[in-house]
Nanobody, 113 residues
């Protein structure tokens, strides 16, 4: 059974940090690239970051470039999104998504003082 399970979200003050995790199971994780998306209420889904199968190349949305870092551990079947210097506009539900496989249920990130 294919599963993608995110964790690590929460409430954080502006300027704070969080690290999201996405644990995969039921498929060959290392064979697929991975995307992190986010969606805030009333807004369109936004691609935040993407990482290649081997974890040796990545891209970021302009809105998070320099603050977010995507990585993966193919031994642990886990991807990460490190988020630094968080801003209120980063508030959203964050999802990991594997093309042609599926996406997780998401984890909520709220940035507020």
């Amino acid at each position: 059974q294919v599963q993608l399970v995110e964790s690590g979200g929460g409430l954080v003050q502006p300027g704070g940090s969080l690290r999201l995790s996405c644990v995969a199971s039921g498929f060959t994780f290392s064979s697929y690239p991975l995307n992190w998306y986010r969606q805030a209420p009333g807004k369109e889904r936004e691609l935040v970051a993407n990482i290649t199968r081997a974890g040796d190349n990545w891209m970021y949305a302009v809105s998070v470039h320099g603050r977010f870092t995507v990585s993966r551990d193919n031994v642990k079947n886990t991807a990460y999104l490190r988020m630094n210097n968080l801003k209120p506009e980063d508030t959203a539900k964050y999802y990991c998504d594997v093309p042609r496989i599926g996406r997780g249920q998401g984890t909520q990130v709220t940035v507020s003082s």
